[in-house]
């Protein structure tokens, strides 16, 4: 979906809460990072045992 298509799917008002809204969340934290990253790293891949 094009950043246009978004727009007038939702429109301005919606789009302007939402990035309020992810302005207020706290950063996430180191761990939170490094799984993720094993996520995304490997989508679709075997789990690990480190990771489970």
Do not use: Q, Y
């Amino acid at each position: 979906m094009t950043h246009e298509e978004r727009r007038a799917l939702l429109g301005n008002e919606v789009i302007e809460r939402i990035r309020k809204r992810v302005a207020e969340a706290p950063d996430p934290s180191p761990e939170l990072v490094e799984k993720l990253r094993r996520i995304f790293a490997r989508p679709g891949g075997t789990i690990l045992e480190s990771d489970r």
